[in-house]
């Protein structure tokens, strides 16, 4: 009894050693790697980076938009210093550098 219980303990921890074997291995390789779930990770936070960024990029635009609506001193303002509209009887005089 003592034999058959020593040999079933020595197959059951033969099977375990390989199945955390060719476990390891596949957290080391494939596609599902541990290394590519670190690159996963890196790409998911520049990208949560980036959104971040253009949300904040989006309310600063938002509020423009709402100043321009707004005011049509502000509205003015934009067009002469971004756009270069002018006035009737303005002109604009170009120096070189």
Not at 20 to 25: G, H, I, P
Not at 52 to 60: I, P, S
Request: glycine fraction near 8%.
């Amino acid at each position: 009894m003592d034999q058959r219980l020593y040999t079933s303990k020595l197959w059951l921890s033969l099977i375990l050693g390989f199945g955390v074997s060719v476990l390891s291995v596949g957290m080391v390789r494939g596609e599902s790697s541990v290394f590519s779930y670190l690159e996963l990770r890196k790409s998911q936070l520049l990208l949560e980076q980036t959104v971040g960024k253009l949300r904040d990029e989006n309310g600063d635009l938002q509020l423009e938009i709402s100043k321009i609506k707004n005011s049509s001193t502000y509205a003015r303002k934009v067009l002469r210093d971004k756009y270069h509209v002018t006035e009737e009887g303005e002109r604009i005089v170009f120096f070189p550098d």
